[in-house]
């Protein structure tokens, strides 16, 4: 069983849309609740949504507050436990900050993307070589995936999820379960 | 790789509420979309939505019309290719009899479910049992998951995904996305 501190970031600004132009993504409110759960189900240690945008943070607390104060939670517990773990931050330095706060530890952030990239490093052997006096934070992209300056700008990159056909145009929602229970079953 | 045909069957009746009571649920859309990118990536050779209700079948199809044949297709055809695999039935014996229909071998069907049940074999232990001469259907239930009775009908059934953390409350999206890259990875 893994006991690293992983955390998870569910990034919509910096990502790219289909014609490769960096943008800042709308909110899918889906994306938290199955992130959410999944994340619970392995035991990361904590998600946090990164958006700039002031109406999709709105957005996001809204379903917070639905489903872990209001009567989302009474009537399904368990999808507030899920989402007590998610946090609605600005950017990415935030979530790096944030962890800090909570771990004591330096970060290190490691990338996702559906493409394939140089040095990237599968989820597998990731998990062995997590280190105790590390924290640990994967980012997802949102829309198209992570810009490509947001990608060099982490310390590492896992390899992307690839099936046998070709066809890689998993939603983030599959990409983010497929990844940590590669991760997490060592 | 594993070139058997296995196809995939979300179930929509029957299945079961919070309170256990057997009933038809709503259909989710993203759950086509999601279960349609995962199973195109992996390659499984159909995926059958079931549902008895009128109404969801009218739905199912006009979210299939849109991303095949309307504006959804031209704009992003990745998405059509992943819908391209859908067909809408109304029963578990009309998923059977299509794919006889299309595959002529005789089916073997295997049930999923979040709670242990005896007998239920690892992914990887099933990749390993294909035979050429079988179809493979593995059924995925919306809602709190499929009946027992269903189960029970049933040739076979996986063991459930399991984190590390007691919790059990995957999305089907998760699931399934979990499930065929366990099943696919061989």
Request: with cysteine; proline share 3%; hydrophobic share 45%.
């Amino acid at each position: 069983m893994l006991e690293n501190d992983i955390y998870l970031a569910l990034i919509h600004s910096p990502v790219v849309n289909k014609k490769g132009e960096v943008i800042a993504s709308a909110l899918t409110t889906i994306d938290m609740h199955d992130i959410a759960r999944a994340g619970k189900t392995f035991g990361v240690k904590g998600i946090f949504v990164v958006t700039p945008l002031e109406d999709q943070k709105v957005l996001a607390r809204e379903v917070l507050d639905h489903w872990i104060c209001g009567v989302g939670g009474r009537i399904n517990p368990f999808r507030k436990q899920a989402l007590e773990l998610i946090k609605i931050v600005s950017s990415f330095d935030d979530v790096q900050k944030e962890i800090v706060k909570t771990s004591g530890k330096p970060v290190i952030s490691i990338a996702t993307s559906a493409a394939r990239h140089k040095g990237a490093i599968a989820a597998d052997s990731f998990s062995q070589k997590l280190e105790d006096n590390f924290s640990y934070v994967i980012a997802f992209g949102t829309a198209w995936g992570l810009s490509n300056d947001f990608i060099k700008q982490c310390d590492g990159i896992l390899e992307p999820v690839k099936g046998h056909t070709g066809y890689n145009h998993l939603s983030v929602r599959s990409a983010v379960s497929i990844l940590l229970d590669r991760i997490f079953r060592v």
